[in-house]
Nanobody, 116 residues
Framework: QVQLVESGGGLVQPGGSLRLSCAAS????????VNWYRQAPGKERELVAA????????NYADSVKGRFTISRDNVKNQVHLQMTSLKPEDTAVYYC?????????WGQGTQVTVSS
């Protein structure tokens, strides 16, 4: 059974940092590019960051460039999203997504709230 389990969310003040993790099991993790999405209340789910199978290539939404860093560890089957200089508009549920061809898997999400 494939599982993606996110962790690391929470409440943080503006300007603060959080590190999200996504732990994968039940799949050949190194074969999957991985994405982080987020969804704020009343808004569409949006792609925040993406990382290639090897971790060599990464992409970011314009809104998080320079503040967020995605990385992966194919030995531990984990992907991380380091978030710095957090803003209230970063508040959302963050989801881990692994997709390759017709195979696509989602985690349950972790809440990130940026508020003073």
């Amino acid at each position: 059974q494939v599982q993606l389990v996110e962790s690391g969310g929470g409440l943080v003040q503006p300007g603060g940092s959080l590190r999200l993790s996504c732990a994968a099991s039940g799949l050949r993790f190194s074969s999957f590019p991985v994405n982080w999405y987020r969804q704020a209340p009343g808004k569409e789910r949006e792609l925040v960051a993406a990382i290639s199978r090897t971790g060599y290539n990464t992409n970011y939404a314009d809104s998080v460039k320079g503040r967020f860093t995605i990385s992966r560890d194919n030995v531990k089957n984990q992907v991380h999203l380091q978030m710095t200089s957090l803003k209230p508009e970063d508040t959302a549920v963050y989801y881990c997504n692994a997709q390759s061809g017709s195979y696509e898997y989602w985690g349950q999400g972790t809440q990130v709230t940026v508020s003073s």
